[in-house]
């Protein structure tokens, strides 16, 4: 039976009898969560106005503050078809970094032929298919902010798929209009959603509305098609109905409640169903499902058609709290983020750190995963983002290509306050023992708060060990509490010298449960809890 199914069923079920905690292959690093073919899914729309109102006013998903039932049993989240551990598990070449999800180098040069667009409302854009016969969706900058949607959504989508999701190709370009050409069987599409065979003249509009650089190329985001078919957006909570290999509901997962953290970094407000996608792709010779993160044209102070509103990040479209605390005092008591202050750069829009709380950051509306975020979920998150040093920043940030030094300069500045504003909260929320190792007979860690300097090292640990019985639970003494040093606890002679299969707990400062497996005459590490 797939590892998934057991997790979530010992999640979900309640007083039932211990059972055997650790299996051979613990811990499980693949979720293989491709096994049953899904060749029949159905595609689904979700209309924004709807989701708003769903997650506004009802109380949607499953509330209960339960452990994330999709991580092995070191708390980490398994390769799956929603997440693939990069920089968090191991460390990206800055290289990797700045290629991000890119698999080669965008449009081919010469002729590129329109094939669809959609020339009305605020945000005009137009499907393209080069000389390769790859297709890709073309998406300006406003007016106003040169620069500003494309290098947030060139620079978001690198940190998302380094954080670990799937995401689209997207490529910065600079083209000419004579580049273009409008194919016979194109279609423009407008608000009403009515569509009509596009002509040169459609073209030439949507131009008039984008920014248009001095020697007179269009600077743009290509945004390359997925592979495989869509299926629409997934929902943040729940299951899909028609996917069998979709076993976890949504609210529950680890790297949904979790993208709440590297939402806040960012400053990913449109953090919305509507901005996911599902894809049917081939796997493995079947049909399966890949989930998706796209549009990041919101992220980093650009509001994808203007600077982003000063409320963004701090309350929901919705919240009466606030609004009505205005009311009541005319005024007088607000909230911080209405005196945040930002410098004049119209590439970045408004990004700021001084104001910026990990704590209550805030979506557009609430999003169900993200409302369940527990510490556990934060601090896997910010793990993660604390991974990326300022060389990682400085290297990504510049692949938005920003014509100001300056602005450039002040987005890597804001991004690194922040990321130490959300590992000082978060890592505050739990006792951060980490990195786990075996030295000999030494089990070493590291203190997270205290190696990244947010707090003082403890002056010691406690540690406590037990013989652990995988099959009933039991647990018996090796010995009293023994005091050491921050970053180790030697492993008791008693289990040093075990034979066969055995298990060993040792609890650190009665908050952190470490679970060694000792086979072969070596231990290995098989279980990390948190209390």
Wanted: charged fraction near 25%; charge should be negative.
């Amino acid at each position: 039976m797939r590892f998934a199914v057991i997790l979530l069923t010992a999640a979900l079920l309640q007083d039932i009898a211990f059972a055997q905690k650790f299996h051979p292959d613990d811990p499980v690093y693949v979720d293989p969560d491709d096994a049953v073919d899904v060749r029949n899914a159905a595609r689904r729309q979700l209309s924004d106005y709807y989701d708003f109102l769903e997650n506004t006013f009802l109380n949607v998903g499953d509330r209960r503050a339960i452990p994330a039932v999709n991580i092995n049993t070191l708390g980490e989240v398994p390769d799956s078809s929603w997440f693939q551990n990069r920089h968090g598990r191991t460390t990206m070449s800055i290289e990797a970094l700045e290629r991000g999800p890119n698999t080669g180098d965008g449009p081919a040069s010469g002729t590129w032929r329109v094939v669809d667009a959609k020339t009305e409302g605020v945000t005009p854009g137009f499907r393209i298919r080069d000389g390769r016969g790859d297709q890709y969706f073309i998406k300006f900058d406003p007016i106003t902010n040169p620069e500003m949607a494309t290098a947030a959504e060139v620079i978001s989508t690198k940190f998302f798929h380094a954080f670990g999701y799937n995401v689209p190709e997207n490529y910065l370009v600079f083209f000419n209009r004579e580049q273009l050409e409008v194919d016979p069987k194109a279609r423009v599409e407008g608000d009403l959603g009515k569509t009509r065979p596009m002509t040169t003249a459609d073209l030439d509009d949507i131009f008039r509305r984008v920014h248009r650089s001095k020697d007179g190329f269009y600077r743009a985001v290509a945004s390359k098609l997925l592979p495989g078919r869509p299926l629409g957006p997934f929902k943040y909570y729940g299951a899909r109905a028609d996917d069998p290999n979709d076993v976890f509901p949504h609210e529950h997962r680890r790297e949904l409640r979790g993208l709440s953290v590297f939402c806040a970094w960012l400053n990913h407000d449109d953090s919305r169903a509507i901005n996911t996608l599902d894809m049917l792709v081939e796997s493995n010779g079947r049909s399966t499902i890949r989930h998706y993160l796209i549009d990041f044209g919101s992220t980093l102070g650009s509001g994808s058609i203007a600077a982003q509103k000063p409320r963004a990040g701090y309350e929901y479209l919705w919240e009466p709290k606030p609004v009505l605390g205005r009311v009541f005092t005319l005024g007088i008591w607000d909230r911080a983020w209405i005196r945040a202050r930002y410098p004049d750069f119209p590439s970045i829009g408004r990004f700021e750190s001084d104001v910026f709380d990990p704590g209550a950051w805030r979506p557009e509306y609430p999003n169900p995963a993200f409302l369940n975020t527990l510490p556990e979920d934060g601090y896997w998150a910010a793990k993660i983002i604390m991974a990326f040093t300022v060389d990682d920043i400085r290297a990504i940030v510049r692949t938005g290509r920003l014509s100001d030094p300056r602005a450039e300069e002040y987005l890597v500045e804001t991004l690194i306050e922040r990321r130490n504003k959300i590992g000082r909260y978060w890592f505050s929320k739990v006792l951060s023992l980490d990195n786990f190792r075996l030295d000999g007979d030494m089990l070493r860690f590291d203190h997270l708060e205290s190696l990244y300097d947010f707090a003082p090292a403890p002056a010691a640990v406690t540690a406590r060990w037990f013989h652990f019985d995988n099959e009933t639970g039991k647990r018996t003494p090796l010995g009293p509490e023994t005091e050491h040093a921050l970053g180790a606890a030697p492993i008791p002679q008693a289990a040093a010298g075990a034979t066969g299969e055995t298990y060993f707990l040792v609890e650190l400062s009665n908050r952190v449960h470490v679970y060694l497996r000792r086979t072969s005459g070596s231990f290995s590490i098989v279980g990390v809890e948190r209390f």
